[in-house]
């Protein structure tokens, strides 16, 4: 026998019935954001390790072989064997895949850390750059010697010696 529940007494316990789906629901939404929220912050810390073991890798080849770039067989042995090292989160094993390589590789060529040589081998970009602006900084220095020889030799015809540097700027004090 259960108690005669009046129409008031149906709307209150259809009210606390909703009421208890819409907690479960919430609930559940909020576990669900988290679990969501989780992956996602371990696949960025893969993703981040990725782009840290290759540059790390691409540097110490670089390194131990007087700025020599790497092939992606070599990288990619590297690579693996970093996979092992790594050891607060476990990398699952499709971002091990020459696939995941080849996308930290581009994400590293997109930001300009690493260069894709034509040969097909990776190298650190600065040195590439680094090279350039030594070769712009000689290249300047040769220019201002000649220029500076010019200058001089242009001085001296006008003052009308022709004997050196030192002689010149002794009659210029």
């Known amino acids: 026998m259960t108690p005669e529940v009046g ?3 149906w709307v209150k316990l259809i009210a ?3 009421a208890a ?3 479960i629901v919430g609930v559940l939404t909020y576990i669900k954001q988290k679990i969501a929220d989780t992956r996602k912050q371990n696949e960025q810390i893969i993703r981040n390790w990725q782009r840290v073991a290759i540059y790390k890798a691409i540097a110490e080849a670089n390194a131990d072989n007087n700025g020599r770039s790497i092939s ?3 990288l990619k042995n590297k690579y693996i064997a970093a996979t092992v090292e790594f050891g607060d989160t476990e990398i699952p094993k499709n971002e091990i895949q020459d696939s995941a390589l080849r996308l930290a590789l581009m994400s590293l060529l997109e930001g300009k850390l690493i260069e ?3 040969d097909g081998t990776y190298r650190l970009s600065f040195i590439s750059s680094w090279k350039q602006e030594l070769e712009r900084i000689q290249l300047t220095n040769m220019n201002k010697e ?3 020889r010019i200058i001089e030799a242009k001085l001296a015809t006008s003052l009308g010696r ?3 540097k030192s002689e010149l700027w002794d009659t210029l004090d």
Do not use: A, T, W, Y
Request: glycine residues 14%; aromatic residues 4%; proline residues 5%.
């Open 16 to 18: 606390e019935v909703i």
């Open 21 to 23: 789906g819409s907690l």
């Open 162 to 164: 022709k004997q050196g």
């Open 7 to 9: 129409p008031e007494g």
């Open 72 to 74: 992606f067989s070599e």
């Open 146 to 148: 000649r220029l500076s």
């Open 116 to 118: 894709l040589l034509e």
